[in-house]
């Protein structure tokens, strides 16, 4: 008591007892919750919501996490190479793959081990056991990766996870922000990296199928904010603060991928007026597709419904493309002129700002949206997904000038896959290339020297340093099948009984034919092919095969479908294939 503090201390502390006596009578009325950053705004009002403190005073910290570098990558078909090449070049570092579903989990762990990378597998499928296993040899750096879905980081007590890959697109920035803030929490280096495909956006809407309509809406419109972070140009760091509503006043943090390679900026002024009017005349009660909608004159039920599309603003920007509307409405909310209520499906509301600049516009620079494209695991380029065009075009030539010599078709001798690859691994060694897609030891012998001789100059020419640690082995299980359908041509099992007994329909097993023999294995299927085609039809398909330039089944079961089925031509065609 009051009187306790003088007669005992010997000192009079009266001032301070009653300032104490003062905040625990506060804090006894209105409740006080301290909130960190990775609380998000739902989970916010969740804690309050079941705590039963909704009129309670709250703290948080800042969502800033400084020290992680932000980055969003095109997702290839190298995507797998691109991250053991990333996990080998930081041996010894702790890092956390996401993927989005168990199987993926399994798969990726797989390949990771076969390339020696020490990692384990994490899920909710898993046992209770295993899991709690497997993360504390993760803990106690047995292990370098856990390859995990979201099940995985849950409390996890790491400080020095050094990488975060997301293999999938997450399904919100809500899951995007706490899954990355699993790296650096000791304050040390931390690497955000994902890769993005508009694939990845597909899978995830398949998913929302079960969901009732609402439900759906709403899980569309948190996926769709994840595609435009992933697809802006924009800083990251200032997109993913302005989300969670705290605003950044610098434009460039220095410590994302856009900021330390900026994209142009285009004057966007006029454009921004426009939106920011028809917002308003709208009633501020649509989201920013409705907006791009109107705005672009593609005329909706509801716009002739309320005769929105007899507005004088309707059809303004008809001759802008919608990613430049969504990517100027995206800045508009993190300039400060919009306002997206995220509770309420993303309906967007005029700020002060907004309603200044309207009366007063200034110049209004936007930075121009980085185009992922439709290549979704395609890389593109002059040449398909060669890294090295110069040495993809002198590896054509080699091929050509061989292909002249046996008088067969170029795609004969390697596919253009196959050379693309060795165009960016630049192998040098017949070992080397035979660890290639598409090529097997009898074509490594047969050819091999002739690529590998010029791929040697080029690489001393132009002083490259190969990316040996790229090579990526793929898990043996996946194989099982084709030995199996290797080993039943060389016993002559009938090809229906054969597919009969490894569960294939007859097509699927000729498709299987076909990627042994583009992998560079012979077949000898005649046994076969002499029961249901003479010699006579053999040679007029496999006559016709050898006279194309290019590759092309589609036009080749086209051109000779009058006299021939579909099986017939594609057995003769694996008989062509496997000759060489």
């Known amino acids: ?8 201390w010997g000192h009079d502390f009266r001032p301070e007892y009653r300032r104490i006596r003062e905040i625990i009578d506060t804090i006894s009325r209105r409740p006080i919750i301290a909130l960190t950053a990775t609380a998000t705004p739902k989970v916010q009002h969740d804690i309050r919501k079941n705590l039963g403190i909704n009129s309670g005073v709250v703290y948080k910290s800042s969502f800033n996490r400084a020290n992680l570098f932000y980055e969003v990558r095109p997702k290839t078909k190298d995507v797998m190479r691109d991250i053991i090449r990333y996990i080998k070049s930081n041996p010894g570092k702790s890092g956390i793959i996401y993927c989005l579903s168990r199987k993926s989990v399994e798969d990726f762990t797989q390949i990771l081990h076969i390339n020696n990378i020490k990692a384990h597998p994490y899920h909710a499928g898993m046992d209770a056991a295993r899991r709690a296993a497997n993360q504390d040899d993760f803990l106690q750096e047995k292990v370098d990766v856990i390859v995990a879905t979201i099940a995985f980081g849950m409390g996890i007590d790491k400080p020095d996870v050094r990488y975060v890959i997301h293999y999938d697109i997450p399904k919100s920035l809500e899951g995007y922000y706490q899954e990355t803030g699993r790296a650096g929490r000791d304050g040390g280096e931390g690497r955000c990296i994902t890769f993005y495909s508009h694939k990845d956006l597909q899978k995830l809407d398949k998913l929302m199928q079960g969901k009732s309509p609402g439900e759906q809406e709403i899980c569309r419109q948190l996926l769709m904010e994840t595609a435009r972070y992933a697809e802006s140009s924009v800083c990251r760091r200032r997109i993913l603060l302005n989300y ?8 460039n943090c220095g410590n994302c991928d856009n900021c330390i390679t900026p994209t142009k900026r285009v004057e966007a002024s006029e454009e921004l007026s426009i939106v920011l009017e028809s917002i308003k005349a709208l009633g501020e009660k649509y989201k920013s597709e409705y907006i791009v909608a109107f705005l672009t004159g593609s ?6 419904r309320c005769h929105q599309d007899d507005h004088e603003l309707f059809g303004a920007l008809s001759d802008v493309e919608d990613g430049f509307l969504n990517n100027l409405i995206q800045q508009a909310v993190i300039s400060g002129y919009l306002h997206k209520e995220m509770e309420n499906y993303g309906i967007l509301h005029l700020t002060k700002a907004g309603m200044d600049y309207m009366e007063h516009p200034v110049k209004f620079m936007m930075i121009e949206m980085k185009d992922f494209g439709d290549t979704d695991y395609e890389s593109g380029g002059e040449y398909g997904s060669a890294a090295d065009n110069e040495l993809f075009s002198i590896l054509k030539d080699v091929r050509r000038h061989i292909a002249s010599r046996l008088n067969v078709p170029p795609y004969v001798i390697l596919q253009d896959s196959v050379l693309e690859s060795m165009a960016t691994t630049y192998p040098v060694t017949e070992e080397e290339m035979m660890n290639i897609p598409g090529v097997g030891q009898a074509k490594a012998k047969r050819f091999g020297n002739e690529f590998l001789d010029v791929i040697r100059r080029h690489v001393e020419l132009n002083e490259i340093e190969r990316p040996t640690d790229i090579k990526v082995r793929i898990v043996a299980d996946k194989n099982k099948v084709k030995y199996q359908i290797i080993q039943g041509v060389d016993r002559k099992i ?6 009969e007994s490894r569960g294939l329909e007859f097509i699927e097993l000729i498709q299987e034919l076909e990627s042994i023999v583009s992998s560079g294995t012979r077949l000898n299927i005649d046994y076969y092919l002499d029961e249901i085609l003479d010699e006579d039809a053999q040679e007029d398909i496999i006559e016709y095969l050898r006279d194309i330039e290019e590759d092309d089944l589609e036009g080749a079961l086209e051109d000779l479908s009058d006299e021939y089925t579909e099986e017939e031509v594609r057995l003769a065609r694996i008989k062509f294939l496997s000759s060489w």
């Open 1 to 8: 008591d009051e009187a306790h503090c003088i007669s005992e």
């Open 244 to 251: 969670f509503g705290e605003h950044m006043e610098e434009c």
């Open 299 to 304: 005329i909706t039920g509801e716009m002739q």
């Open 494 to 499: 009938n090809l229906e009984d054969l597919a």
